[in-house]
């Protein structure tokens, strides 16, 4: 399988040169080389080399691997909690900074680059899919347009990558008009300057990986490889339509099976893309997990994945969690080796320096240094992002500044139950019943909900005003309305599979409609902390034998998120999108001299 494309190596090419003619005055690649020595060897070691600023090599280079993952199409600051990052002090206290933006994201991958003649920039997938109405109006084509001037140049798959289908994650990758909407400007669409990795993701027809399982970087005698995977589970939380036809391997087996291949190919400097992640013991994104008292460092799927990918895998870069973590997790021989997430929505942005040992060929891993960093907003924008952003946006406007609704304050999407989670089950339970007035109650996913409404404006349309632009970021992915029949036992098998099965490690805690509560007993284990006979119905307990009219998105009523039950209902009715429902319910109950208030988040009572 051919490592790169023509295409690729020209751009690769035309980014060197552009370095090249800014590099005088840095040091000489033979005083990195010889300050990034491993802390057994010295300079001594580059035995037979001679100065690098002459055109010799030594046998150590600095290679900076340059890394970020789920940007989610947040081309503009992330509004709310979701644009910040929280930051460790050195008095142990923290503060939030204002974070994210690609014009911002441009001008620190460029500032970092500076003197860096060998940098390779890479993403741990989730670049698009659940993005703002600037991106997702578009199916994501202002995305890829972005990360190509930002010079990405690889990236695994995730998750969201599936959200629209293998074929259209192929136009994103090769370019072409949309099938349906067409082209949205004069000029056809390029597709992405990059490779897509997807290795454990296979045909079922050809069994063979849907886009090339690893790609190689080479700059003047150095080598290294990339093997790109997402999470083995993608199928249980993507849409069965967007896995049609597609399998998901193991994460480690794959990974150790392209390995090997890179080796045989003589490449034995691998870094892994994995789009599955974990859980750092604090929030703060430059919190040393490397340090004493640091606790277990980095819990959760990622973990046991780092601990059996091969040793000759170099580094991980990963994702999927929105965690902010650089540490070390010790490999299957014990050492240790490094393993990096940048949150996301573009907020944080990694710099790993490897450390390549042209004798060997090797990353001398007791040199590999890594650390987070804040995409901050103190720094000149990058007036090609600009561009980008107003032309998109002027595009988008005429859509998007159309006020839906009013609300008082903040309705948050954070907590077990948030404001906004009891908000988008009312409106979802208020549309079905224009549809079938006997819908008893409704069920959302909270990871349906991508943003939080908030009060300030973020535009030119004034306080409290919620537009549809903030509605499509709320709600972004085109799932239908279902209705469907439950027995009351199948009612509280769901309730029950939130903290069961597949649920049990990380609940998901579906958000309800006015009128269901329960008590939620977290001091229990698995699905014993539903507590059953707490489970009610505008006050009434729910009968098991009776049947109830439930309202959830199509994903749910498919049987996402580890809700199998929920796939198992009977006498189906499809409506509108979602965010047709949320755009009704705000019109219907708001209004400028009447906002809404946020809901009380009162019903599921929770006992820790």
């Known amino acids: 399988m051919p490592a790169t494309s023509p295409a690729h190596h020209q751009r690769r090419r035309r980014r060197t040169n552009r370095l090249l003619a800014t590099a005088a005055g840095v040091l000489t690649a033979g005083a990195l080389a010889a300050a990034a020595l491993p802390g057994s060897a010295s300079a001594d070691d580059s035995r037979g080399s001679k100065d690098t600023s002459r055109g010799y090599h030594g046998r150590y280079q600095d290679v900076q691997l340059l890394s970020f993952n789920d940007l989610h199409g947040n081309l503009q600051p992330p509004s709310g909690s979701s644009g910040r990052v929280t930051e460790l002090q050195p008095d142990g206290t923290t503060k939030t900074v204002d974070a994210g933006g690609v014009e911002y994201l441009a001008t620190h991958l460029r500032e970092a680059r500076k003197g860096n003649r060998y940098s390779i920039t890479a993403a741990g997938g989730d670049m698009v899919g659940a993005s703002p109405l600037i991106s997702g109006l578009f199916h994501d084509e202002p995305t890829i347009e972005a990360l190509n001037k930002l010079d990405l140049d690889v990236t695994s798959v995730g998750n969201h990558e599936f959200d629209e289908g293998a074929a259209e994650l192929g136009r994103l990758q090769n370019g072409g008009c949309h099938p349906v909407d067409g082209c949205y400007t004069d000029e056809e669409f390029e597709g992405a300057d990059f490779p897509y990795l997807a290795a454990n993701v296979l045909d079922e027809k050809t069994e063979k990986p849907l886009l090339k399982p690893y790609w190689v970087w080479k700059q003047k005698g150095v080598k290294v490889g990339f093997i790109g995977v997402t999470l083995e589970g993608t199928p249980d939380i993507v849409s069965a339509e967007g896995v049609k036809g597609l399998s998901f391997k193991d994460e480690v087996e794959t990974i150790n099976k392209y390995a090997k291949v890179l080796q045989r190919q003589g490449v034995k400097s691998i ?19 490397d340090s004493p008292g640091a606790g277990d460092g980095i819990s959760g799927p990622i973990a046991d994945i780092a601990e059996n990918v091969t040793p000759q895998v170099d580094a991980l870069v990963t994702g999927h969690t929105h965690a902010a973590y650089a540490c070390t997790i010790p490999d299957p021989s014990g050492k240790p080796r490094t393993v990096t997430s940048a949150a996301s929505f573009g907020r944080l942005y990694t710099d790993t320096t490897l ?48 006020p839906i609704g009013y609300i008082a304050g903040d309705i948050v999407k954070d907590g077990t139950e948030s404001p906004l989670g009891d908000l988008i089950a009312d409106a979802q339970l208020a549309y079905g019943r224009t549809l079938d007035a006997e819908t008893d109650l409704a069920l959302m996913n909270p990871g349906g909900i991508r943003a939080s409404l908030t009060h300030a404006a973020g535009g030119s349309e004034g306080d409290g005003v919620v537009t549809f632009a903030e509605g499509f970021t709320v709600q972004p992915f085109a799932n239908t309305v279902n209705l469907q029949d439950f027995t009351g036992a199948q009612l509280i098998q769901v309730l029950k599979e939130q903290v069961s099965g597949g649920n049990e490690a990380a609940p998901k805690i579906l958000q309800i409609s006015s009128g269901l509560t329960y008590t939620l007993d977290l001091t229990k284990t ?18 098991q034998a009776a049947t109830y009219r439930v309202a959830t998105n199509s994903f749910l009523a498919g049987g996402g998120d580890g809700f199998p039950t929920l796939g198992q209902g009977t006498n189906d009715l499809v409506g509108e999108d979602d965010l047709t429902a949320l755009e009704r319910y705000l019109t219907a109950n708001s209004s400028a001299t009447s906002p809404l208030a946020p809901p009380a988040a009162d019903r599921i009572t929770i006992v820790r």
């Open 271 to 289: 870094v892994a893309l994995i789009h599955e992640g974990g859980f750092p013991a604090s929030s703060s994104y430059n919190y040393d997990c």
């Open 355 to 402: 450390t390549y040992d042209r004798w060997t060929g090797d990353i001398a891993r007791t040199a590999v240094k890594s650390a987070n960093h804040v995409v901050t907003r103190d720094v000149p924008k990058a007036p090609d992002m600009t561009r980008l952003i107003d032309r998109w946006n002027t595009l988008a406007a005429p859509i998007g500044n159309r």
């Open 526 to 543: 698995g699905a014993d902390r539903v507590v059953t006979d707490s489970i009610k119905l505008n006050g009434s307990a729910i009968d």
